[in-house]
T-cell receptor, first 110, second 112 residues
C-alpha cells in the first residue's frame, strides 16, 4: 500500500472551474508539500504545510492532521494551471526525505 | 529569486559508462537531496546530504552511486557504471532551516 495516496489520478476541468485535489497519507508526518510538475518535467514547490491552511494567489492548501488528509484547491482555474500536482510528505520516521504520491494530472480546457 | 540549477539538462550515455550530474543548490541552504523519476512513475528519494556527509539513503542508492560536494557550491551525483534502468529524470533539491525543499529543473538521463 502506498503511504501517500492522491485522488483523482486525472482531472479535466473547464476554465474558471474550482478544482480540488486530495491527498491522504497513512502514517505520521512532520510536513506535507504540494508540488507542481510542468510538462517539461521541472518541479516547483507550491506549499509546505504542517497544520491549518495556506493561500497563495488562486491556490489554497489545507491539512487535517487528525484525519491524515490534505487538499489543494485552485480557484478560477486557467489553462496555464494544466500540470501534474504532486503531494509529498516528510514522515516522522524518515528524517528529511520526502515520500511522494503518484500525482494528479490536471488539464484545464479553455 | 534564488533557485537550484542543474547541468546538463539532458545526458545520453552508453551502458557501463560513468556519468556525473551536477547541481548548484541555493547558496545559504545546508541540506541537499537527489531524487529520481523514472518515466511514468512517481518521484523517488535517493539520498540526502548534510554537513559534508550522507545523512540518509534509500535502497536504490547502492554502491554504483555516490555524492559529493567538491567545492562548497556544487553538489554532484555520480553513477559509476550506468545500467539501462538508470534512465530517469534526476532532480536535485536543497533546503534551509525552514525545511521547505526547492527543486532544480532536473537532468534527463538516457542510458543506451
Amino acid at each position: 500500500k502506498n503511504e501517500v495516496e492522491q485522488s483523482p489520478q486525472n482531472l479535466t476541468a473547464q476554465e474558471g472551474e474550482f478544482i480540488t485535489i486530495n491527498c491522504s497519507y497513512s502514517v505520521g508526518i512532520s510536513a506535507l508539500h504540494w508540488l507542481q510538475q510542468h510538462p517539461g518535467g521541472g518541479i516547483v514547490s507550491l506549499f509546505m504545510l504542517s497544520s491549518g491552511k495556506k493561500k497563495h494567489g488562486r491556490l489554497i492548501a489545507t491539512i487535517n492532521i487528525q484525519e491524515k488528509h490534505s487538499s489543494l484547491h485552485i480557484t478560477a482555474s486557467h489553462p496555464r494551471d494544466s500540470a501534474v500536482y504532486i503531494c509529498a510528505v516528510r514522515l516522522w520516521t524518515s528524517g528529511s526525505r520526502l515520500t511522494f504520491g503518484e500525482g494528479t494530472q490536471l488539464t484545464v480546457n479553455p | 529569486e534564488p533557485e537550484v540549477t542543474q547541468t546538463p539538462s539532458h545526458q545520453v550515455t552508453q551502458m557501463g559508462q560513468e556519468v556525473i550530474l551536477r547541481c548548484v543548490p541555493i547558496s545559504n541552504h545546508l541540506y541537499f537531496y537527489w531524487y529520481r523519476q523514472i518515466l511514468g512513475q512517481k518521484v523517488e528519494f535517493l539520498v540526502s546530504f548534510y554537513n559534508n556527509e550522507i545523512s540518509e539513503k534509500s535502497e536504490i542508492f547502492d554502491d554504483q552511486f555516490s555524492v559529493e560536494r567538491p567545492d562548497g557550491s556544487n553538489f554532484t551525483l555520480k553513477i559509476r557504471s550506468t545500467k539501462l534502468e538508470d534512465s530517469a529524470m534526476y532532480f536535485c533539491a536543497s533546503s534551509g532551516v525552514g525545511d521547505e525543499q526547492f527543486f532544480g529543473p532536473g537532468t534527463r538521463l538516457t542510458v543506451l
